[in-house]
């Protein structure tokens, strides 16, 4: 029984820490260049220009205070779930973009890495959204 329990303790570092260290990378990458990702943003077409720059200074900010929450174990339940609804959102967004044959930069890390809209993003970013559903 102990073993089990401290299993079950360790998966659940895993599945935290896990995407802790995705959203400050990838905080930190968007932070990096905001004209870069701001030019990602534009290119969902979705917000009127008057709101590109701020949602693109918003959105990597964000992710880098929540990831380090995760990191932190510091109100985790309200990191993981504002996070998961951040997943959602661009999930369904590069779904879009991806199935109307757009597969430019997702703009995920930045120019850190630059990830190119594709089944692999959809499903890794699927993968995100189970770890933050258990966390």
Same mark, same amino acid.
Request: hydrophobic letters at 55%.
């Given at each position: 029984?102990?073993?089990?329990?401290?299993?079950?303790?360790?998966?659940? /570092?895993?599945?935290? #820490?896990?995407?802790?260290?995705?959203?400050? #990378?990838?905080?930190?990458?968007?932070?990096?260049?905001?004209?870069?990702?701001?030019? #990602?943003?534009?290119?969902?077409?979705?917000?009127?220009?008057?709101? $590109?720059?701020? $949602?693109?200074?918003?959105?990597?900010?964000?992710? /880098?205070?929540?990831?380090?929450?995760?990191?932190? !174990?510091?109100?985790?339940?309200?990191?993981?779930?504002?996070? /998961?609804?951040? #997943?959602?959102?661009?999930?369904?967004?590069?779904?879009?973009?991806?199935?109307?044959?757009?597969?430019?930069?997702?703009?995920?890390?930045?120019?850190?890495?630059?990830? !190119?809209? !594709?089944? !692999?993003?959809?499903?890794?970013?699927?993968?995100?959204? $189970?770890?933050?559903?258990?966390?």
């Amino acid at each position: 029984m102990i073993k089990e329990y401290g299993t079950e303790i360790l998966v659940r /570092f895993v599945l935290r #820490v896990i995407p802790g260290i995705v959203f400050v #990378v990838s905080g930190a990458a968007k932070m990096w260049d905001i004209y870069g990702f701001s030019n #990602v943003v534009r290119g969902y077409g979705i917000l009127p220009e008057s709101l $590109v720059v701020p $949602v693109s200074i918003i959105i990597p900010f964000a992710e /880098f205070v929540l990831g380090t929450m995760l990191l932190m !174990n510091f109100y985790s339940r309200a990191a993981s779930l504002s996070l /998961f609804v951040m #997943v959602i959102v661009f999930t369904g967004l590069s779904a879009m973009k991806y199935f109307s044959g757009n597969t430019s930069n997702s703009g995920c890390f930045g120019k850190l890495i630059d990830r !190119n809209i !594709n089944p !692999n993003l959809l499903v890794e970013n699927a993968a995100l959204v $189970v770890a933050l559903l258990l966390t």
